[in-house]
């Protein structure tokens, strides 16, 4: 028994009000306008009022429209047929294949018993080495890219989808430009990926409400995919775009806006979606890059900031690098203890010389005289950028292990290194 | 009194207004019928006939008319034998058990016993037939791991009473009546060995607060030296994200110098806890030789988990802390992150459509962050045993900008400041506890004027470091440049602190006063002497470098022996 409306009450900004009896909160609706059907979802009741949230947006819907309520919250179809398919942020075919119908899956479940996450000890190896080497992937892991529009960061999430070994990818684009769109699906297919993929794509050109399904879309197919014994990596990009859809339906709904206009909620909504990341015991794993393009450069910004609290780290790419400062996987304690025993001690030590270099390099451009040590460490910093920091460097860990060793031997005696006595004794080249 | 019932009228995320019929109780429990499911939730606006709840659960599914039961209850938590080494959600709900009932996901709408009522303990009586009792005295106690559990009078009898019968020593299970006691109108109050607590009303049944005095070693070098904190005292991290605050509060939690320790994760990752969890039943403590998990309990309600339950989590921590304070123990609560409890009472402070007051948080913010912290404290009980509660909350300031409403409300009422640095933990300089910002109230383990003495070398140091930037260091003085260096040399090999190192995660405190006043007295006041600034940087790298490999040797062993010596030449080298 479907319940039908017949007239709509208000239409603000994307938020539609019906008089109804008996809606669930968070059920979803369809509404049938001269622009075809769409999808909305219930997003508040008060009495017998129930605010409808339309992802296709109102534009062009009439007040006398019929609104039908589905009696279920989204869902998304689960099977392995999903894998090579493309959809749009309501889970309709993008490609022409068929639409999803069968074992329906409710998106958005209940949380992990944190009781049973299990520690994540595998790495995921990227050759890239300031990943591989100053901040390791761990699987399960949950890390954004922190960058500026512009920079380089959907081809370094696709750079990392295609070395990663992983058994599936899920792509969610959240307002992606076409041309990315287009690029992400080309380059996956070139390299041989785009079959053990799913792509759930919202566009710029779509309604931006729409985008607001994709991340659980994406986290709800890549859970049941774990479950199954699945190693899943989920790509999002760029989840700035998913906060500004938040931002736009909490002002409609008239809610007292925390900080910028963003919603007092925005760090457990964000929080709810990356906290999906996780290793299965006895299954498989999620593990969750995501893009986050900071407006102004401002890691201080709303979306950034609480994204950095919720995630275990995070990537800067800045001018097409992935910055050393900054940077950090908290889980790769976890794993870098197990590759090789001088990972942690360059890992430190090499950074912690580029950073006295970055002070002498400051120094320099303020025209002060080089001493000894100054130049020693100008020509260092050199070498680090050469031979880590470029991301056109692709090397397994262990070669640029030995790369560190040289770059150090190569500009300093070793007691200037600050490195522990017997790793010098067993790595220093002579 | 007769419990009431209500019908929905309105749902705006986790928020329910229910048209009430009867009386219902400010802060009540309530629960919403949902076919089986029973999603609890609890009342925070009476305002006519409609109640406004906050639902601890997911509110997908509930309908306008779906029936709310109250149950003339605050929200409370269980206390009795069997608290320690379980891991709760915010609400107390064992995590274990209901995975191993419901599997790898939380199930909605399940409430499970907090502590077993199946297990035997064996019952020791104390007090006697005739004794006077009030809440809180001893009436017996039970063997709980390696701690004597108190059996106390349930803390909501405050009257006096004369301990009328009391069991012999034997097994019993938790709900078994041990003790009979009469008031004043003589009648019968049968009291068992659990009972429950609101959680927002902090335990008072001791003698006395006193002042916090004794120290409380954390083992990590630069609180106990310079920053310290006290027991039964409060303490706040506050730091940007990647500063360092989860690891510092893991370490301290490892090795911090008391008998029990409660965490509360609260809104922070999943992951973290889930380190605590998975290794704490394998690591002993080498105080008891029993594993660190034995003298643990996890409040765990982490950022996907409901909001409101966040909300409530930090204080079922801190009665459960209170609670072991009664028994006349050393009790460390570690909150992280305060900020997140602080946003999930914005949340329904939004809700609520209250005026907000500084980015949106309730006005009532400050208070509640100085209830919080005051329920720490030092306290004399009624047998004469003294007890403390000491809490450190982490604080995630947005943006790493102390000036927010958080922080600042924070640093009103704590003893200790351990401000936590970007530039320091960018630097890989960890623990990043920024030693120029940071403060403490409570007394060092080290002596003051030497604490002073090496507090003025890193303020000093740290002006001709800014100096340096702006003259070069060329335009520096040979003198000016040695101050510099002893600062860098003092924060090198004492400040920081290797947290993943066996040996160096951890200094006690005979070792760190040993070491500190080496440092401070024959280095940092030693007037050396120089040729030049490169000789001057070779001899501190050098003394580093000694130092450091000094750390990662084990006290009181040849090796630690040797490399001091090691380090004593260096020193010599340059005074001759």
Redesign the interface.
Do not use: W
């Given at each position: 028994m479907r319940k039908v409306c017949t007239r709509i009450l208000s239409i603000v900004g994307n938020v539609l009000t019906v008089r109804a009896e008996g809606v669930k909160y968070e059920e979803l609706a369809e509404i049938s306008s001269s622009m075809g059907k769409s999808l909305a979802q219930v997003i508040r009741l008060d009495k017998d009022k129930v605010f409808l949230q339309a992802f296709q947006g109102s534009r062009g819907i009439s007040t006398g429209d019929e609104v039908t309520f589905l009696g279920h919250p989204m869902r998304v179809g689960f099977s392995s047929n999903l894998l090579g398919r493309i959809f749009n942020g309501s889970g309709v075919p993008r490609d022409n294949g068929p639409a999803l119908s069968e074992n329906m899956i409710e998106i958005a479940g209940p949380a992990v018993n944190p009781a049973k996450r299990i520690i994540p000890s595998r790495m995921i190896r990227t050759n890239i080495p300031m990943i591989d080497v100053f901040n390791s992937l761990v699987e399960s892991q949950k890390l954004p890219i922190f960058s500026v529009s512009g920079e380089p960061y959907n081809e370094l999430l696709a750079r990392i989808a295609l070395q990663a070994e992983v058994d599936m990818i899920i792509l969610g684009g959240i307002g992606l430009k076409y041309d990315q769109y287009m690029y992400f699906k080309n380059t996956l297919e070139e390299g041989g990926a785009l079959s053990r993929s799913i792509f759930f794509v919202h566009t710029a050109a779509d309604p931006i409400v729409e985008s607001l399904m994709v991340p659980d879309m994406c986290l709800s197919v890549a859970e049941k995919f774990a479950l199954s014994g699945k190693r899943v990596l989920v790509l999002l990009t760029d989840m700035t775009n998913f906060a500004d859809a938040l931002k736009e339906i909490a002002i409609t709904m008239e809610q007292v806006p925390s900080n910028r206009g963003y919603p007092g909620d925005l760090y457990s909504q964000l929080a709810s979606r990356y906290e999906k990341a996780v290793d299965f015991e006895d299954a498989g794993s999620i593990t969750t890059l995501a893009v986050t393009t900071m407006p102004g450069d401002d890691v201080t910004h709303p979306v950034p900031d609480n994204t950095g609290y919720i995630t275990e780290g995070q990537f800067y790419l800045r001018h097409g690098r992935i910055e050393p400062f900054g940077s950090l996987s908290r889980l790769k304690q976890l794993v870098n203890k197990d590759t090789r025993e001088d990972h942690r001690s360059i890992m430190d030590g090499t950074l912690q010389l580029y950073a006295q270099f970055k002070e002498t390099e400051e120094k320099k451009a303020m025209g002060f005289k080089m001493s000894n040590w100054d130049e020693k460490l100008l020509k260092y910093g050199k070498l680090f950028e050469d031979n880590m920091m470029d991301l056109k460097v692709n090397i397994p860990l262990e070669k640029a292990l030995d790369k560190g060793w040289k770059m150090l031997a190569d500009c300093f005696t070793p007691e200037e290194t600050n490195f522990r006595t017997e790793l010098i004794e067993n790595f220093w080249p002579k | 009194m007769s419990k009431s019932s209500g019908k929905i009228?309105?749902?705006?995320?986790n928020m329910i207004?229910v048209k009430l019929e009867g009386h219902i109780i400010q802060n009540e429990v309530g629960y919403v019928l949902l076919g089986e499911k029973r999603l609890k939730s609890e009342v925070i606006k009476i305002e006519g006939d409609t109640g406004y709840l906050q639902v601890f659960e997911?509110?997908?599914?509930?309908?306008?008319?779906d029936i709310v039961e109250f149950s003339g209850k605050m929200l409370s938590v269980e206390l009795g034998p069997g608290l320690l080494a379980q891991?709760y959600d915010g609400l107390q709900n064992p995590?274990?058990e209901?995975?191993e009932k419901?599997?790898?996901?939380?199930?909605?709408g399940i409430e499970l016993k907090a502590i077993s009522y199946k297990k035997k303990w064996e019952f020791i009586p104390i007090a006697k037939k005739g004794d006077h009792v009030t809440a809180g005295s001893v009436l017996g106690s039970v063997d709980e791991g390696i701690f004597k559990h108190k059996i106390m009078v349930p803390f909501h009898l405050k009257e006096k009473y004369i301990v009328n019968e009391i069991a012999l020593r034997n097994d019993y299970t938790i709900d078994h009546v041990v003790a009979k006691i009469k008031d004043k109108k003589d009648e019968t109050i049968n009291v068992s060995m659990v009972f429950e607590w609101p959680v927002k009303v902090p335990i008072e049944a001791y003698k006395e607060k006193l002042s916090p005095k004794d120290i409380l070693v954390t083992k990590a070098r630069v609180i106990d030296t310079l920053f310290p904190v006290a027991k039964g005292g409060t303490y706040c991290i506050p730091g940007?994200?990647?500063a360092g605050k989860t690891v510092l509060q893991q370490l301290t939690s490892r090795y911090a110098d008391v008998d029990i320790v409660i965490i509360a994760a609260c809104?922070e990752?999943?992951?973290e806890?889930?380190?605590t969890?998975?290794?704490f039943p394998h690591i002993k403590d080498p105080k008891t030789g029993k594993t660190l998990m034995e003298r643990t309990i996890i409040i765990?309600n982490?950022?996907?988990?409901p909001?409101a339950a966040r909300e409530s989590s930090v204080y079922t921590a801190a009665t459960l802390g209170e609670y072991y304070r009664q028994m006349g123990l050393n009790v460390l609560l570690l909150a992280d992150?305060t900020s997140?409890w602080a946003?999930a009472m914005?949340?329904i402070s939004?809700r609520l459509?209250e005026i907000?007051g500084e980015?949106?948080y309730p006005a009532y913010l400050e208070s509640r962050i100085a209830q919080f912290y005051e329920r720490a404290g030092v306290v004399k009980l009624h047998d004469g045993e003294v007890g403390s509660l000491t809490i450190g909350g982490t604080v995630?300031p947005?943006?790493?900008?102390f000036e927010e409403p958080v922080t600042q409300s924070t640093l009103k009422v704590v003893g200790a400041f351990h401000g936590l640095s970007?530039d320091r933990a960018?630097?890989?300089k960890f623990p990043s506890i920024d030693p120029l910002e940071s403060w403490s109230k409570y007394k060092s383990i080290a002596e003051e004027n030497l604490v002073t003495f090496a507090k003025m070398i890193l303020t000093k140091g740290d002006q001709v470091r800014q100096m340096m930037?702006v003259v070069?260091?060329?335009?520096t003085s040979l003198e000016d440049f040695v101050v510099y260096l002893k600062g860098e040399f003092f924060d090198g090999v004492y400040i920081q602190q290797n947290g993943?190192d066996p040996v160096d995660a951890s200094t006690n405190e005979e070792r760190q006063k040993y070491v500190f006043s080496k440092i401070v007295n024959e280095i940092l006041k030693k007037q050396f002497s120089f040729e030049d600034?490169?000789k001057a940087?070779h001899f501190f790298?050098?003394l580093?470098?000694a130092f450091?490999?000094w750390n990662?040797k084990a006290w009181d062993t040849d090796a630690a022996k040797k490399q001091e010596e090691k380090l004593n030449e260096i020193i010599k080298g340059n005074s001759e």
């Open positions: - | 009228i309105s749902i705006t995320g207004g997911y509110t997908k599914g509930i309908k306008v008319g891991i995590l274990p209901l995975a419901f599997g790898f996901f939380l199930p909605i940007p994200f990647g809104g990752r999943a992951g806890v889930v380190e969890l998975r290794e765990c982490t950022s996907s988990m909001v992150s997140r946003q914005r949340e939004g459509e907000p980015e949106a995630s947005a943006g790493g900008n970007r960018n630097a890989r930037k070069g260091e060329e335009g993943f600034k490169d940087r790298y050098n580093r470098h450091i490999d990662y």
